[in-house]
């Protein structure tokens, strides 16, 4: 079966950085996106950044300039270095890949990772 993987979450101080990183391996191919979202306590989950091909990506407002989606060529991977942190960032991070089953087919294939937790605290 297919398996998104995040890492790299843990605890910052505000104003420090984290690198998340996502791996998608297993029965999906065809990648067409990855995203990070993240959901803090009390909120809805919402989309913090996406790569879409090989070189658009988007960000939420609230992180522009502070954090960078990236990827690999193949889009199997893709990183989210978050900058200049702040308390509101703290938030479980998901990474989602969208592709489809098997390289012969393009039927829709959504795929999340289970969490990272990211904690800015001083």
């Known amino acids: 079966q297919a398996q998104v993987v995040e890492s790299g979450g843990g605890l910052v101080q505000p104003g420090g950085s984290l690198r998340l990183s996502c791996v998608a391996s297993g029965r999906i191919y065809n990648i067409r996106n990855m995203a990070w979202y993240r959901q803090a306590p009390g909120k809805q989950r919402e989309v913090v950044a996406t790569m879409i091909g090989a070189s658009t990506v988007t960000y939420a407002p609230s992180v522009k300039g502070r954090f960078t989606i990236s990827g690999d060529s193949a889009k199997k991977s893709t990183y989210l270095q978050m900058d200049n942190l702040r308390v509101d960032d703290t938030a479980v991070y998901y990474c989602?890949?969208?592709?489809?089953?098997?390289?012969?087919?393009?039927?829709?294939?959504?795929?999340w990772g289970q969490g990272t937790l990211v904690t800015v605290s001083s």
């Open positions: 989602v890949a969208r592709g489809s089953e098997f390289p012969d087919s393009y039927r829709f294939l959504e795929v």
